[in-house]
């Protein structure tokens, strides 16, 4: 048997079409896995952005506790306005 130019080209183009259709399946798949990684990395970071919350409502309330100190033990002005400040704050975002 032997090969002859028009049967190499036949075969040529029909591993190019192959390669073709494999790609666009592969973009295809690819387009429909994208969404779910993207919820996935969504939840990642709505996840860690409430224990931001968290962290930050603590450290909130610790500097309001170490202003509640020091106005306990005389110190007035900017203290007693930024104690109020905080309260303030911290009910408004309680009602939210």
């Keep these: 048997m032997t090969l002859v130019i ?10 190019g079409a192959v390669a073709a259709l494999l790609s666009w399946l592969f973009k295809g798949f690819k387009f429909v896995k994208e969404p779910e990684e993207l919820r996935e990395e969504i939840s990642a ?9 968290e962290e930050l409502k603590i450290l909130t309330s610790g500097i309001l506790a170490c202003l509640k ?28």
Excluded at 6 to 15: N, R, S, T
């Design 6 to 15: 028009p049967d190499v080209v036949g075969w040529a183009a029909f591993i």
């Design 45 to 53: 970071i709505k996840e860690e952005q409430n224990t931001m919350k």
């Design 69 to 96: 100190g020091l106005h306990e033990q005389g110190a007035n002005g900017p203290v007693t306005a930024e104690i109020k400040k905080i309260e303030d704050h911290m009910n408004e975002s309680a009602h939210k």
